[in-house]
């Protein structure tokens, strides 16, 4: 059984760094095809894709916003961390990490476990 | 980078009624192409991957097709429970998977 939980501060201070961590259990990020993904949606608006960590430690950003994220991971501790720096009022949103695999002859199931997400304001 | 479009933003449908939400990339994504659906304070749910394949425990009344820049996502009898958000996502231009910005579904 996969599950996912996102964690952080609820509240950031505008040009702080936010820091976010992603508790999963279920599956081992060291496992061939594995990935986990963070995605953002702000209060009434759309999905927006941040990020995407694989198990070889292959890192995908979005363009938009490469500048502003790192992605990381902690095998061990079955944990993928986001930060993202210099954050903006426009950034508060619901942050949640999700699951990905590629399957087998190349198939890629996208973002089939989710966590159940984190919201995170930022405002002075 | 790709530009995904959902149409219409808002689909009135009464239930047991054929729903079908439109999504249209701004270049090719093959068959890379996801359906989720979100409700109200949860996290969306994956329905559709590969542009026709229904993910783990999906019921057969959705239904994806389609390739390249045009796709459509089919409820064929619409339940009460499908009343929601649906986003379409496409996974195949790197670096980025881009969602759209998501049909209403709504009860007429």
């Known amino acids: 059984q996969i599950t996912l939980k996102e964690s952080g501060p609820t509240l950031v201070k505008p040009t702080q760094t936010l820091t976010l961590t992603c508790t999963f259990s279920?599956?081992?990020?060291?496992?061939?095809?594995?990935?986990v993904g963070w995605i953002r949606q702000p209060p009434g608006k759309a999905l927006e894709w941040l990020a995407l960590?694989?198990?070889?430690?292959?890192?995908r950003y979005s363009p938009s916003l490469k500048s502003r994220l790192t992605i990381t991971k902690d095998t061990s501790k079955n944990q993928v961390v986001l930060t993202m720096t210099n954050m903006d009022p426009v950034d508060t949103a619901t942050y949640y990490c999700?699951?990905?695999?590629?399957?087998?002859?190349?198939?890629?199931?996208?973002?089939?476990?989710w966590g159940q997400g984190t919201l995170v304001t930022v405002s002075s | 980078e790709i530009v995904m479009t959902q149409s219409p933003a808002t689909l009135s449908v009464s239930p047991g009624e054929r729903a079908t939400l439109s999504c249209r990339p701004s270049q090719s994504v093959s068959t890379n192409l996801a359906w989720y659906q979100q409700k109200p304070g949860q996290a969306p749910r994956l329905l559709i991957y590969?542009?026709?394949i229904r993910a783990t425990g999906i019921p057969a009344r959705f239904s994806g097709s389609g390739s390249r820049t045009e796709f459509t996502l089919t409820i064929s009898s619409l339940q009460s429970e499908d009343f929601a958000v649906y986003y379409c996502?496409?996974?195949?231009?790197?670096?980025?998977?881009?969602f759209g910005q998501g049909t209403k579904l709504e009860i007429k």
């Open positions: 999700a699951h990905l695999m590629i399957a087998s002859r190349g198939v890629i199931i996208p973002f089939d476990y």
């Open positions: 996502q496409q996974y195949n231009n790197w670096p980025a998977y881009t």
């Open positions: 279920g599956f081992s990020l060291s496992t061939s095809g594995v990935g």
């Open positions: 590969g542009a026709s």
């Open positions: 960590l694989y198990w070889d430690d292959d890192k």
